[in-house]
């Protein structure tokens, strides 16, 4: 499967107290230490905090360096950036940093001697090209690096990369052709190149059902296991476990997609995880996940497509469109200088509006916690008096034999009632891990005939949403999943949960009945309780064709 810019999510602020925790253990080191020691970090990570901590360390020294005006050393610091960015899954970042540095390269005289630097950069950008399925691009990327690279070593990789471009494009004869040509000249690749050539040829031959194909793999699998080379295992298991699938051998499929997820949780990259998962999704026989799983890969395509922010474009822009934009500039600077007492004035009226909202907006959080506050301690009466008194008035009449049976059920079906009311609007208690509470409500609904899977819930940056907030997300997805359990008879439930910038998007979707959407069916209530917060939610649903809800805070 591909990923755009994963994406994907990584605890960054506990990640960077690793790294300044790394940072602080390396004080004593010399700074050529500290740099060698922090380079390897990140090209060859082996701890989970390997990866921040160099991206902290080589920002600092980029800061360092920019004031020193040493654009030679901003350069070194911004290839190992980039790289960093790109192994935990952040491509754009990546990117970015490709770019600045083949700026400075570019504004320098002597930028015809730094062949290493560009051929490495080039190399870079084309592999960023790649997960984001740009291949056209990612292709002329490495075409570029190909021209001016003048060592073995570098040729290798490049060339081995855009095979790896022919693999994406399911042309495995023509990726063939290059790993086979890389491999005869495998008594002048050290144990990496070789390990990397090795994988990549066994899994060309495995698709093409060659009979050396497992060979090979095993072979690149025991190559980089005896030298501990973390992402290059990552991508050995991958394939193994791809090869044992595509044989029906589900049992060592399994096996190495384990090993492959707990290499993931090692690296700690989301990009990884995320491929890790997959893999063992793809072993699940349920028809609804593969169908989930290629809907989400076209999804995921399609949006990449769409959302493809290209940096290197901007590279790419002629002098005389940069002078043009120079000027346009200049006048923008000039008019704003005419304008400043205006912008001033406007200043301080948005600073009024703006009190006006914050005040308006803390009298409605007030009455919102209010609302909550009232719904608990409701509950609390309905479950200590009116429960509590019903079931004390079915234990009297269960021992009068005169009582006639059936207002006992009746009885026992309003004491159900009662107790549920007061379970559904019980207090939150805020003050432990959401997460974990938010996932055990919704794996609550599951039962032999509803399946409830739930995606990147762990993942989301619950400590940053405000309780209010919270408590609603909490409210909402309990009346989603109650109304699943008592009117849609689904046998299917997701619940995907992403961050998008600033905002939170949670798309749940069942396999249900589906319901007229005209008439509400009590769907009011959910819509007011996420516009309380400034939320939105829509629904979609018709009957006979399940139910879905997008949430947005």
Known sequence: MKYNKVSFIIPTLIL???????????????????????????VNPVEPQDLPSGIHFFTKQKENHLELQD???????????????????????SENHVVE????????????????????????????????????????SFDQALQIATNLKDSVIILNNKANIYTDELAYSKALEIYRLLHQKQSELNNYELGLIVDNLGHAQAK????????????????????????GLHSSTTHLSQYYLDKKDTTNALVFA?????????????????????????????????????LNDSITNAKQIAENKNAFLKYNVSEEQKKTQASILLQEIESRKRLAYQALAFIIFLILVGSYFIYRNRYRKAKIEEIYKTETRIAKK?????????????????NNSG???????????????????????????????????????????KNDKVKVITKNLSKMPWDTVPELKKTTVYRVLQELMTNMRKHSKATFVTLIFEKEGSKMHIR??????????????????????????NGTINFESKQGDGFKASIII
């Open 16 to 42: 960077y107290v690793f790294a300044f925790c790394f940072s602080l253990s390396s004080a004593a080191q010399t700074p050529s230490d500290s740099s060698l020691f922090f380079r390897n970090a990140i």
């Open 71 to 93: 654009t030679l050393k901003v350069i070194y610091d911004l290839r190992l950036l980039s790289i960093a960015e790109f192994k935990i899954g952040n491509n754009f970042n």
């Open 101 to 140: 540095a083949l700026n400075l390269i570019n504004s320098m005289a002597t930028k015809d001697t730094l062949i290493n630097a560009r051929v490495g950069l080039y190399n870079q950008l084309g592999r960023i090209y790649r997960t984001s399925n740009n291949f056209n691009e990612a292709i002329n």
């Open 208 to 231: 093409l059902n060659q009979p050396d194909a497992l060979k090979n793999l095993k072979r690149a699998f025991d190559i980089r296991e005896k030298n501990n080379d973390i992402i």
């Open 258 to 294: 384990e090993k492959t997820l707990a290499l993931s949780n090692k690296i700690n990259s989301s990009s990884f995880k995320i491929e890790a998962i997959s893999l063992l999704m793809n072993l699940n026989k349920n028809p609804l996940v593969h169908e989930y799983l290629r």
């Open 382 to 398: 309905v479950h200590d008096e009116v429960a509590n008194d019903m079931y004390k008035v079915m234990t009297s009449l269960e």
């Open 403 to 445: 009582i006639d049976s059936k207002i006992i059920d009746e009885m026992e079906k309003i004491y159900t009632k009662t107790r549920d009311i007061s379970r559904e609007n019980s207090a939150i208690d805020l003050r432990e891990d959401f997460g974990l509470q938010l996932n055990d409500l919704l794996l609550g609904y």
């Open 508 to 533: 749940y979707k069942d396999n249900g009945v589906g319901c007229d959407l005209f008439k509400k069916n009590g769907l009011q209530h959910t819509e007011s309780r996420i516009a309380s917060i």
